[in-house]
């Protein structure tokens, strides 16, 4: 078993990014020729596979790796994603979602749900539309190659393409932290927001005539601020979550009663 907080990081982790499948999922489904949501849809799973795999969770891995399969071969334009696809990525949110939460259950000895049945189940699903699904059909003619491009502009265009890719990188850079940690430094950020007051108060501090130790509380007073309204930021939990159940909840009544998903139409 892996170290606890390494488990913990991987629930959350892997908690978020099975919430980013489902959202990507249910817009797939609407556009199933979108080659970006596609990207998106495969990067999360190739995520949770690799993590997964480092830490030691073969069934998680197992699984996550069948369905990032199929997904790669859809991105190559050697699958096409129908119906029967959409239902089996979705039913392989929920496994991976109900197999990730029993982590914790399992790690501290308590009973969990068996769900191997289930996962067999569904890699089977997976496996027969690997092996049964539809192809694009071919395409005869073809656009003619482009000319190759001048070396000098072939080094601009990579340094171009290159600054893309890093500054992608960087919008995309996050940290999971723990929210037992951001709540003690929120505690931490309001205690000093209320030293710093008491110090601006001080009648010592009220009476100085000094401009330069008034310009420098007036400076520490500007940056407790920020720093008290970052924290608070950093806190917030996005709303996204809730909405996104609701969308699937829709979508699996609007399936099960036969009729469309207005809200999705409308779009």
């Not at 690799?50 to 069934?59: D, K, M, Q, R, Y």
């Not at 601009?156 to 929210?179: L, Q």
């Amino acid at each position: 078993m892996a170290d606890p907080e390494l488990s913990g990081m991987f629930v959350t982790d892997a908690v978020d990014h099975l919430g980013t499948i489902e959202a990507v999922v249910l817009k797939l489904e609407a556009s199933p020729g979108d080659s970006k949501l596609l990207n998106d849809l495969f990067r999360p799973f190739h995520t949770v596979k690799g993590n997964a795999g480092v830490l030691g969770f073969t069934s998680i891995q197992d699984l996550a790796h069948r369905v990032e399969t199929l997904l790669d071969l859809a991105r190559s334009g050697q699958h096409v994603i129908g119906a029967a696809e959409i239902d089996v990525v979705l039913r392989a949110v929920d496994l991976l979602l109900q197999m990730t939460q029993d982590l914790p259950a399992r790690a501290a000895g308590q009973p969990a749900a068996n769900l191997a049945d289930a996962r067999r189940s569904l890699m089977d699903a997976v496996d027969a539309l690997i092996a049964n699904g539809s192809q694009p059909e071919a395409v005869v003619e073809t656009a003619p190659a482009p000319a190759p491009a001048e070396p000098a502009a072939r080094k601009r265009a990579c340094r171009r393409t290159g600054a893309v890719v890093r500054a992608n990188r960087r919008a995309r850079a996050r940290v999971k932290v723990s929210t037992q940690k951001l709540d003690s430094l929120v505690d931490l950020v309001g205690e000093l927001v209320i030293a710093q007051s008491i110090l601006a108060e001080d009648p010592i501090m009220l009476r100085s005539a000094d401009d330069r130790l008034n310009r420098q509380l007036a400076h520490v007073k500007r940056i407790t601020g920020d720093l008290q309204r970052h924290t608070m930021a950093m806190r917030m939990v996005p709303i996204r979550q809730t909405f996104q159940k609701m969308a699937r909840h829709v979508r699996d009544l609007s399936r099960k009663s036969g009729k469309a998903d207005r809200s999705r139409a409308d779009r």
